[in-house]
């Protein structure tokens, strides 16, 4: 890396590593540009959509953007980058909702590195039922390539048309059909990545039975950048359930809610399966209907709405409800992809009201019903809270609290819930990772010795702490964080 006096651009930077080094912008984009093509290499405009994330809470400026081609390329600009003291920050769709993939206030500023360009995909092996996708193929398009080879592919999430395969992984993405498929982990056989040095990693062969030593694709699912690229995922395919049945019924609270996933769920026995089991609360749906148009979907109002999805043959007989219930069912893709809408564009509403709090918890469900109620007193009460509502993934215990009013800086709020669901047993991040946002609350899921032992992994994986600096662990890594390592 050249000195950094007399770039062309004007930009000096301090290169923490290697000093008294210097790295020089100007340089360093001009070098990038030669491994995946000047016109890959982003700045100034064309590079302000990356340096923010969905949420418009988090993000920072970048060096510069780049858009690799090929997997040669990724490993090309690590291994120019690394001991440079540059962050690199990956970024597959920009639809994570913690800061993940958004640069944070580092100097240098880090490099972004988007994988959208990686986007080829295989034939689907009708033998195993697996399927080779490049990181930047989006969810939406493996999901048409799997249906259309008379496959399923088990992870399924409103964001799909942008969110990538790559980042889906990286965040062990949950969704709406956990309950039927497991997460974003369950259905990876095989990965391929580039280490922070450029070194290619590559285990595609999707083998069912493959004890060699330690998991490299499941620990890779999750690492949220801080890791290594992943360029490629094997992923397992499933066939798809027959015809499904979609009902939404209002309930006056969470026991109610729980009770109905139960009965949904003990249906089984008559051969109906339940796939989704969301709730909705009021304000959510106001807000929905406010944002599309939408009508109130049933009879009556109810403090919260359940949504059931089940494969019972397109016929109802898998939905628990009875004559009493203010319910509505949906058995054609029409009417089922209309009550799904009120679901699906929860995060999008909430949204619609500014730079909100976007907090995604879970509680266990035995403690759920008491856990929600006791959350949502604790929200409505909290200073300078002026809106908020709950939304999510029921079957799982997860919830998405909404809430405007404290100020996009003001953890206070986050805080407060953080600490609410970690004294009942839950986590901070049920589905959309620790990122930038949680990095600091780490501890009131993970205790010392388990933090200690992510961050031993972190450090053999990444000596140079380069990869997404500040995510997971927070920045700098501290020598409470960071092992003490004698080389
Ligand atoms: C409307 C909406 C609904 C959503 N619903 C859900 C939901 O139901 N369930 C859920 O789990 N999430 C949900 N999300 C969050 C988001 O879609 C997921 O976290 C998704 O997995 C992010 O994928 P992405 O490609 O956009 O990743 P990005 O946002 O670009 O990155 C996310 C993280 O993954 C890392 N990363 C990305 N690609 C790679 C790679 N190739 N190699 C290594 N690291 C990488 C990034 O560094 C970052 O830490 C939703 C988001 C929106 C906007």
Redesign the pocket.
Known sequence: MSAGAGAADGVIYRDPVAQPGTVDAAAVRSHLGRIVGPTHVLTGDLASGYEV??TGRFGGPSLCVIRPGSADEVSGVLSFLHGSGIGV??????????G??VPGPTQPPAVILS?RR?DRIGEVDDLSGQVTAE??V??GTLQRHASAAGWHYGV????RE???????????????HVIAHG??RAQVTGVA?ILPDGTALSHLGGLVKDNTGYDIAGL?CG?????????SVRLRLHRPSPPVTVGLVGVPDYRAALALMAQARARAATGSALLAAEVIDETGLRLVMDLTGLPWPLRHHHRLVVLLEVADGGDASGLPFTDDDDAVVGCDAVARARLWEYR?R???AFSALGVIHKL?VSLPLPVLADGAEGLCELVAQYPGVTEFGVFG?LGDGNLHVEIAGPSPDDRAIDRAVFAYVADRGGSIS????V?RAKAADLHLCRPAAQVAAMAAVKHAWDPQWQM?PG?IFAQPPGEQARPQVSD
């Open positions: 994330d969905w920050v990956v970024q597959g769709g920009n639809t994570g909702l913690v993940g993939g994988t990686l990181a930047g989006t969810l399924d999430l409103a964001a942008s969110a990538t395969i790559g980042g889906t992984v990286a965040t062990n993405a949950g969704g709406t997460m974003t990545a890779l690492s949220e950048g801080t890791l290594a690229v992943i360029t699906e929860q995060s999008e995604d993934h049920a589905e959309h990772g990122g997404n995510v």
